[in-house]
């Protein structure tokens, strides 16, 4: 036992010798200080952390020659797809910018483009050569305004030299006038000539006169209507007549308000009109129902004329208040029949 106890001695006491004379052990590795470098075991601490920390500094220059690829393939396909979608994001965003300015009123632009276009122009041309000059062309003026289209449609305007050379005929005059009496009509149907009363139809008289030929609607309150004239004068004369054979009866008649409501006017251009071209072109102011009526019909707004329009070439107008009326109503419609003549 003696002789074991003094050989394990001796071999502990080799053992500490070898410690103490073998060069320090491989260094601890670390991701910071390069393999072929030895950590002195110095006895001074501080100094070995400061010369520790200078090898990191001149060792850790920049991360970009550090191999990432250690690293799992999810982490660096979801550093991609940000990527992605950032990139995305802003090209929309630059999308929506670009849109908004667009639909900006370019009012204060276009003030501000003025001024710089014209001070441009001039320092453009204030650099031409004086041979450039022939060159340069001076640009249309454009009108600011441009012309509003009216609310209330227009009637074509006839051209001047489409003169129809055609003088519409009147063909009826209705007119009124008041009597400025009570009128018994029984009395009237009974005592005067070429008169007739039928309360069950009408609730007036109907007179008729040979000279002028025309027919008075005569009513209990002393209006009367007087139609068939062929002018102006021969319906004064008419009214006034069937006011004298009222008084004749022994009426306190008088003859007030004497006024033309309507005038008629026919005329025929001697050709014939495509009738439905004519509705198609100007619908807003023509209706053609052939199954209904055989006339185009066609409302002027200036003068306030109706027409009706048929396809042999003869035109009826009616409404007017006045003569003129009627000769410039045909006058703008003539240039428009004549567009639409049958070949």
Known sequence: MEEEETYLELYLDHCATQD??????????????????????SSNPEAEFNSHLEEVKGTSGGFSSVDLSFLPDELTQENKDQTVLKSKREIE??????????????????SVGLGSNSSSSSNSHSHLLPG?????????KKSN????????P??????????????????????TANLACK???????????????????????????????TTALIFSSGKMVCTGAK???????????YARVVQKLGF???????????????CDVKFPIRLEGLVLTHQQFSSYEPELFPGLIYRMVKPRIVLLIFVSGKVVLTGAKERSEIYEAFENIYPILKGFKKA
């Not at 300015?101 to 009012?107: D, K, Y």
């Not at 005592?191 to 040979?210: G, L, Q, T």
């Not at 002018?231 to 007549?241: I, T």
């Open 20 to 41: 103490d004379l073998d060069p320090p052990g491989l260094p601890l590795l670390s991701p910071v200080a390069p393999y072929d470098v030895y950590i002195s075991n």
């Open 93 to 110: 965003e630059n999308c929506k910018t670009q849109s908004q300015q667009s639909r900006r009123p370019l009012s204060s632009q276009k």
């Open 132 to 140: 450039d000059a022939d060159l340069v062309q001076p640009s249309p």
């Open 145 to 152: 305004s441009l012309p509003l289209a009216s609310l209330t």
């Open 154 to 175: 227009m009637t074509p305007m006839t051209p001047v030299s489409e003169c129809s050379e055609m003088v519409p005929q009147l063909q009826n005059i209705v007119s």
């Open 183 to 213: 009128l018994d009509l029984k009395k009237i149907a009974l005592h005067a000539k070429n008169a007739e009363y039928n309360p069950k139809r009408f609730a007036a008289v109907i007179m008729r006169i040979r000279e002028p030929r």
């Open 231 to 241: 002018s102006e004068e021969q319906s004064r004369l008419a009214a006034r007549k």
């Open 252 to 266: 306190p008649a008088r003859f007030l308000d004497f006024k033309i409501q309507n005038m008629v006017g026919s």
